[in-house]
Structure formats: C-alpha cells, structure tokens
C-alpha cells in the first residue's frame, strides 16, 4: 500500500463534473431521515434474535461482596446470565491503551451506573426483569467527588491504585514576574463550566451475529470501528481477523460514542449463547452509557497594560475525568495548549490537571477541552475590556494572533489566520430589530406569559475560539481509501470503500464530492463502513474530510494516474491530460477518448494512505511544541433579551464569521456551524448533568434539557476561505469551533444585559442559572 504524506498538485488533473467539491448535492441519507425511513441501529432485527440487559450499580463507590444470578438464570426465557468471571478474555479496556475500564465490574464500583451483570433473553421485557432479581451484595463506600481536593492529596484521594491524576500538563512561557511589572490592570477570576452531554438522540444499540466457525458479525453505531475493534478483541479473546465490523446507522455522537459501551457485552452474550444479540440502551440507560464533556474549575488571573496589550496569564484548570481515563489525558493536552485562546500573551503559567473521582465518567465530546478553557478566556477578555474602558472587540483585535504569532506552546500559526478582521466582520453585521412585545413568544419565557417586557434587557456578546483540527501530540493520524474503477452498462463508475463513520457530518457526501472532482465522472457509489479495508481513524476532531476526504483524494489521484497510462498506452496521446465529464482530453481539450473506452474490461482497484503533517509532544515540564496539526478560527455575536428578574433568556440572534479554508459542501457546512453554535447555547444556558455526591441526579431528557427549535436564534453567517496550504483542498475542519466561541459570546451578552439594569454581571458559570441573573442584575 502506498501512503501519501502531503497534499501533490499532479499536471495531469481532473475539471470537477456534477456534484463535485464545491458544490452542494443533497445527502443520500436525508431524504430518508427527514421522512423517518432510515434504518439506525436500533432498527436492527434478526429471527431468533435473543435481548440483552445490563445491571448497574446503584452505587458511584462501593465493594463488591457477592453476586448471586440464581434467580435471574432460573427464570423462563432467559438464555445467559453474566458477570466479570465470564469474560473471555481481558477483563479491561479504555482508549488510547490505558486499559483500565473494567468489562464488568469486580472487587469495586466507582462511578454510579458502573456494569456489573448481563442478561440475555428472548425478549426485552423478560431481560429487564430477569436482571431486577440479581441479587449484589455492596459494602458502600464515600465516594471522592471534589476534584480540587484530589489536586491537593493525589494519592490519599486515589479512585484508582495509580493515584489521583490522570494527567498535569504545564505551559510555561517566559517570566511571570517580568510580565506582572508591566502591567497597569491586574484580573483575576474563578471560573466553571458543568457536565454537559452529548444528548445524540440515537441511543447505544448494536447487533452480534455469531458464526459456526467461531467469529462474530458486529453491526453497531460507533465512531471508530478500528479501535472499537483493537479492544473487543482482546476482551473476548478472539483475534482481530475473528471479528467483523459493520458500520450501522448512526443517530448522532459528538465525542460520545468514541468510547465502547455495549459492543463486548453483546459479544460475550452472543458467544456464550451462540445466538444473535440485540442490545439497546433506553434514554435513561443512555446518560450512564456513556462518557460526558468534562465539568472544570478555573482560575484566570491576567495583567495588562493601559492601552489593552496582554502582558502576562497564569491559569489553572482542573478537568474533573470521572472514575475512568477515557479521553481524558488528550482533553488536558487540547486544555492546556489552548487555555488562553488566540491571543498573543509572553508570559504565561498554566497548570492543567485531569484528575479520577467517583462522578461519572468524561471523555470526548465535541471541542475536546477547548470548550471549557474558551469560556474562561473570552471571559477574562471582557473582564479586561471593562477594567481598561476599551469595547470587547477592540481587547481582542489588540491581542488577537495571525500568521506568524506563537500560540502557548510556541507554535508558530504557519496559515493565514485574520482574526482582527473577522471580529470586525462581525460587529458589523445587521443587528436583530428591538424587539416586539406585543408578541410574548418573542420575549423570555415565551407563551408562559411570565412578561409583557417589563424588566427584559437586551445584551450583547462576543466570542472567539480557536481549535485544534486532526489528532495531536505526535499521534500519527492518517486514513485509508479503497477506490475502484470500472465499466458497469456502459458508463465508467467509481467504487469508494472507506471505514470512515457518517455521525451526522456529511462525511459519504463529500466522499463522492471528492471522487467526482478528481475522477471527472458523475457515477460514485460508496460502499458501507466496515474494518475489510483499512481504519479511518475517528469521526471526531474535526478531522474526517480532512483525513479520510484526503485518502480518497490520493487514491482517486492514483486511479487517475493509472487511467492516464492506459489512455497514454491505447491511443498514444502527449503532453498533460485531464479528465471533464466521462472524458479524458488534453490540457489544449482535444478529445483523447471516452473513460469507458480507455477501460474497457479492465478494472483500476487501488488503496491509498494519507497522513497528515507529523505533530509532536508537548514537553512535560514546558509544554512547548509544535503539537497540533491544523488550527481553526471562529467567531460569533450573540444577542440576547434577559428576564433579569426572573433569570430568563431568550437569546435572539447567534451570527458567526468562521474561516474554513475552502467550502467543501456550503449546504453541510452551514449545517455544522448552524449545529455547533446551539450545542455551545446549550451549555451557555440549559444543560447540565446534576450530580449530587456522586449520584447523577437527571437522566432523562424531562430533567436534561436541550435547545429544541424554539431556542434556536436566526443566525447569520461569514464564511471565510483563507486556505491552509498543508490541507487537501487546502480546507480547515469545521465542525468544532462554533461549538467554542458561541458559549462565552452568550454568557458576555448576559452579562451585558444584566449590567444595563444596574447590576455587576459577575457570571463566571455555565450554564447560566436564573439565580445567577438574578443575583447579578
């Protein structure tokens, strides 16, 4: 296999044809969602099919001082009934080779919700029930909840034997003190941000089919179907060429599925039983299968001269990970490289910890550690503004980086980044009308009728965020493309087989997207995800049409390649050639021949590898290093109308100015600005797992809540295309970054709105609570 480093510009080239990169072609899975067709996990079926279920703890701390299954395994219908001494295999998985979740729990629970027994019965029903009569015996134990005690006694305060913290990342950047005596303003503040959740509204599911000669058929929902593999494996003691992954419809993941959940219970049911084994999660079951966004409590002291340039920040972050690794020690590297954001500031102390408790367990979730250290930042931004008398945008076009600036870690932005322009972009955009109160569902607290407009406020807020895109930190990402080309009635056809998982993102559009462009044909068929052809690496950090749309560039390039050498060799043609339209021609456009001519019986059946530029570590005392592989920018304005005496808000407008190097698809990519800026509303205003004492307190979307169409603002959007040359297409990820700066712009414009009525604004948490406001206003 041949594996390509880099973006190359051949002279021979394809001129796009109908749907290619740049346009807007309609999904292929739309239509079928839109109409409630489409098949997701959930949907799957098989006869004879047998049901699993899952015992939880009760408990988020307790020992284990007995199991007793007898009653569940003598109840009719039931087929198997598991616990930890069942596992085949390795009793421990976790992502990036920390293997320390256990499958089932033994000796010990440390988080509530924690897996304990399986069940597998004829139907769903008999399951639940038959897993109601296991019978554990917990010698319950006070769980450790307050991550800042952990930073202060790491090993007496240890969930797990290896001690308290995950992972310390520190930055440092020239001297504090120098920076301290340059400054007119000194800020200093404590910030937080709650447990917000990826909410998809897919909840976990898959199939198992076992087969006679011992290997198991996995259909299931997933975001990286290779890592999935590389630890069910092991855990249920098979090899990898034993199991077969299949990539089955997908209700949504935004981090939340990077991790396993039901993928080896199902596989140990199946293979005790040798029968197929659906399980799927109810949205209650959901909350505790899963890994949330990472609550964190932050302390941000800047100084600053009296004209507004930034001359020194010491942070700290606390990242509290729950009783598992997970993520968590790539989230405190994203963390700790991003804490101050896109500003220029020569001296800096930042301490970022990721640290074990008994609350639930964190892990990825959309914007990865930047998101909590983007609302402290912006945050601290305005606080600056306010102190030096200077506007929010003008504090941060003073600060803002471009090419050439060194972000902390001393990485030098080698890409057009314009952020002053683009906040000025933004402050110019058209402002939303006063608002109307002769119609109360345009006033906060809607038809509740809980105003007629008296004591609302308008406010008005910003928000800039900056992000990682790809994987960082010397991991070497890349992704394979499988692409065949052939004669089929007629009429050439490229066949596009990728592992790559479609979350929502438009991923198998712009596969063919890129197919067509390079292969200059219309006819593009994309073969399901499955691990028969290479990884993909995740459908996570922004990085698939990056990763695996630059797998399949290369290998429809190699395709093309080949192509010319038949055309070259049949019909004998000079100089540079392209293909337009099912033809190949000369660069003059001579008609050379027909692609199917070229052909003929023949087939050109190539895979390709593509990685991206190398990143590196950072150094674990200096936090130096060229760690991240591409960087993106976004920026929004938030308004908003705050009850600010009854703590509402009904925000009214979230436009954005986002730089994405090149528009790929303007019809998903508005899409995925449109959907990062109301996840980022979320979390600025309504969601939030409560834990109290370990114990989540609302799992359910009743208790959870989240943006439904009502809370979703018109919003106005810049796109920007500032290529980045070391990128296919030289295109920027897209689907993280609205998803930072749209928090912190809504929680400035609350603020703002809260300071007209006379009050301090001081709200240094999301999400905002009515209190809050209140307290503030």
């Known amino acids: 296999m041949t594996t390509v480093r880099s973006t190359r510009f051949p002279q021979d080239v394809a001129v796009p044809g109908k749907g290619g990169v740049g346009e807007s072609p309609l999904r292929p899975d739309g239509t079928l969602k839109v109409k409630g067709e489409f098949a997701y996990t959930s949907d799957l079926w098989i006869d004879g099919m047998l049901w699993g279920a899952t015992l939880r703890s009760p408990h988020p701390r307790a020992k284990i001082v007995s199991i007793d299954t007898s009653k569940a395994a003598a109840m009719a219908g039931v087929h198997a009934v598991l616990t930890h001494e069942d596992v085949p295999g390795r009793k421990v998985y976790g992502l990036d080779h920390t293997w320390d979740q256990p499958v089932l729990a033994f000796d010990e629970v440390r988080h509530h919700g924690e897996p304990i027994a399986l069940v597998a019965a004829d ?47 520190p930055v440092r950047m020239g001297d504090i003190n120098i920076g301290k005596t340059l400054s007119t303003v000194v800020i200093s503040e404590e910030f937080e941000v709650g447990i917000q959740d990826q909410a998809f509204l897919g909840p976990e599911s898959g199939l198992v089919i076992p087969n006679e000669d011992g290997t198991l058929d996995f259909y299931v929902a997933t975001q990286w179907l290779h890592w999935d593999l590389s630890q069910i494996g092991p855990c249920l003691g098979l090899e990898e060429d034993q199991i077969r992954m299949t990539m089955s419809g997908i209700g949504g993941a935004f981090g939340g599925r990077e991790d396993l959940s039901m993928q080896i219970h199902a596989g140990m049911l199946a293979m005790h039983t040798g029968k197929p084994v659906k399980m799927m999660y109810n949205r209650q079951e959901s909350f505790f299968g899963h ?4 609550p964190a409590k932050m302390r941000y002291e800047y100084g600053a001269t009296a004209t507004g340039k930034i001359t020194y920040a010491k942070v700290l972050i606390v990242l509290d990970g729950g009783a598992y690794t997970s993520a968590t020690q790539n989230v405190v590297g994203n963390a700790s490289s991003l804490a101050v954001g896109p500003y220029e500031i020569p001296h800096l102390e930042i301490d970022v910890y990721g640290v074990y408790t008994n609350n639930p367990v964190c892990g990825a979730m959309r914007g990865f550690g930047a998101v909590q250290a983007c609302f402290a930042h912006e945050s601290m931004m305005d606080k600056l503004a306010e102190a030096l008398d200077l506007s929010p945008v003008a504090i941060r076009q003073i600060n803002a980086v471009s090419m050439g600036s060194k972000l902390a870690t001393g990485q030098v932005i080698w890409a057009p980044m314009p952020m002053a322009e683009m906040l000025q972009t933004a402050s110019e955009l058209e402002l939303p009308d006063a608002v109307d109160t002769s119609d109360i569902r345009n006033l906060p607290g809607g038809a509740s009728q809980t105003t007629h407009g008296e004591g609302v406020y308008r406010g008005i807020g910003y928000g800039v965020g900056i992000k990682n895109i790809c994987f960082s930190e010397g991991f070497d990402d890349y992704s394979t493309a499988h692409v065949r080309l052939e004669v089929i009635g007629g009429e050439p056809v490229a066949l596009v087989h990728t592992a790559g998982a479609e979350v929502g993102q438009g991923l198998k559009t712009v596969e063919a997207q890129i197919a067509r462009t390079e292969l200059g044909l219309e006819r593009v068929v994309i073969h399901p995800s499955d691990n028969t052809v290479g990884s993909a690496g995740s459908s996570s950090a922004s990085r698939q049409t990056y990763m695996t749309g630059g797998a399949v560039m290369v290998a429809c390039q190699a395709v093309r390649d080949e192509l010319f050498k038949m055309a070259r060799k049949k019909f004998g043609p000079v100089g540079f050639l392209e293909v337009e339209g099912g033809k190949v021609m000369t660069k003059t456009g001579e008609f050379v021949a027909a692609i199917a001519d070229v052909l003929g019986d023949e087939v050109i059946d190539l895979t390709r590898e593509y990685h991206h530029q190398a990143s590196g570590r950072m150094h674990p005392e200096t936090g130096q290093g060229d760690s991240h592989t591409q960087l993106a920018l976004c920026v929004h304005r938030a308004v908003v109308e705050v009850d600010t005496e009854l703590g509402l808000v009904k925000v009214v407008a979230l436009d954005a100015v986002q730089d994405v190097g090149k528009i790929m698809n303007r019809l998903s990519l508005e899409g995925q600005i449109h959907g990062g800026s109301i996840q980022g509303l979320g979390l600025a205003v309504m969601e939030e797992i409560q834990v109290t004492n370990g114990k989540v307190r609302n799992p359910s979307f009743t208790d959870y809540l989240i943006p439904t169409i009502l809370d979703t603002p018109p919003q106005k959007l810049e796109i920007l295309e500032n290529p980045d040359p070391r990128a296919p297409y030289g295109l920027r990820g897209a689907g993280e970054p609205p998803t930072l700066s749209s928090t912190p712009a809504i929680a400035a414009a609350i603020r703002d709105a809260c300071r007209k009525r006379g009050g301090t604004g001081n709200i240094n948490r999301v999400p905002v609570r009515p209190e809050d406001i209140i307290r503030n206003s």
């Open 123 to 169: 139907h769903p029903e008999i399951a639940r029930r038959a897993m109601m009569t296991i019978e554990v015996e917990y010698e319950v134990l006070e769980p450790i909840t307050d991550p800042m005690a952990v930073i202060e006694d790491p090993v007496g305060l240890a969930v797990q034997g290896r001690g308290g913290i995950a992972r310390h990342q």
């Open 291 to 294: 890994v949330h966004r990472h």
